[in-house]
């Protein structure tokens, strides 16, 4: 076991100080760092902060869009209140309309029927007397006619009555 | 069978310049794989993420957690790169020594580049100047010498003996918990490779072992990154 202690890097030297190794190393750690910073982690760096910005972005986009659509949706939902109010008065006064306009065709009608009752009386009452006038005076010119005959003949007065039948006769056919 | 670090003295002809060859070439690989992984994984940016995008994001969100744990996140997002790189950095450094372990003659070549302490120093010490250097740029030079002296001024040298300590514990913690981690994975392949009976012995204890580690390298680069985080508020925030 112990020859196999010299094997490897056990054997190898490890004392001793090697200062151009330290500047060599340095030296080339350095310009990795350098390039690196260059090639890899500036661009890294800044695409992970692109899009942290774009994200912190779209987040504040979709509030702002959500606070939007809760308010066009609390304005259409006020608006859909205040239509639907208005038709309902729009109905009632429609109806209110309707009964009033009924009772006033209603009672234009009754007045109409009435007016028409009226002249229509009045007409007939105006028939009868015009009627009653033209009888009377028919009656009191007969009555003349007559009374003027029976003097003129000097009848008997078998034949005054006969003749008095005959008149009465003839104007019951003339009428 | 003595491996050794392939370490080439006296670069450019400066003495006592010494590098070792296996930090470097595994430096450099780490960081191409970071790299390109990195860049692939951000290529293709969309508003809509998929696929590795989801990935890279969590990965972002998950460092921005622990700068949030410690800090205001106006001030920490300063802090964002660096401690992605980190975590990407230490993560690959800590999974390439795990799947295997690589020697080319004498010299170990492929290896964890955090199981050697002056790699994870030299992350421990750059982190540690970065917090003094924000801490001085952030808060202004006065506020900066004040965090020595409060709440009492008794505590200046505990706070200054703090610093080093800061920096030794955050690098030599990673170093030991992957080093540890080679060690026992390294006895483990060589009792495997010493006979049957040993190969058979040895299979189920490495595959468990790589496991573990597996789960050790990534609580390690959480711990380092978490570390960091604590160390630089502790620098630039106004309420510690």
Known sequence: MHSYTDLLIVGAQIGGLQWVDMLVQLFFFLVLLALLKKFAWGPLMNMMEKREQYVANEIEEAEKSRADAEKASKEAAEQLNQVRAEAQKMIEDAKAAGSKQEEQIIAAAKKEAERLKEAAQADIQNEKERAIQALQDKVASLSVLIASKVIEKELTEQDQEKLINEYIKEVGEER | ?240
């Open chain 2, 1 to 240: 069978m003595d491996h050794e670090s392939p370490i080439v003295h006296d670069v450019f002809g400066i003495p006592g310049a010494d590098l070792n060859l296996a930090n470097l070439l595994m430096t450099v690989i780490v960081s191409l794989i970071v790299f390109v992984f990195c860049v692939w994984g951000s290529k293709k940016l969309q508003m809509k993420p998929t696929g590795i995008q989801n990935f890279m994001e969590w990965a972002v969100e998950f460092v921005k957690g622990i700068i949030k744990d410690n800090m205001d996140w106006k001030t920490g997002r300063l802090f964002l790169p660096l401690g992605l790189t980190l975590i990407f950095y230490i993560l690959v450094s800590n999974l390439v020594g795990v799947a295997t372990v690589g020697v080319v003659g004498h010299d170990l070549w492929w290896k964890s580049p955090t199981a050697d302490p002056v790699m994870t120093l030299t992350l421990s010490v750059m982190v540690i100047l970065l917090t003094h250097y924000y801490g001085i740029k952030i808060r202004g030079t006065k506020a900066y010498l004040k965090t020595f002296v409060s709440p009492v001024p008794l505590m200046l040298p505990f706070k200054i003996v703090e610093e080093f300590t800061n920096t030794l514990t955050l690098g030599l913690r990673l170093f030991g918990n992957i080093y540890a981690g080679e060690i026992l994975l390294g006895l483990l392949i060589g009792l495997a490779t010493s006979s049957v009976f040993g190969f058979f012995g040895a299979a189920i204890p490495t595959l468990a072992w790589m496991g573990f580690k597996l789960f050790i390298g990534t609580i390690q680069v959480y711990v380092f990154v978490m570390l960091t985080m604590v160390y630089m508020s502790h620098k630039v925030s106004e309420d510690h």
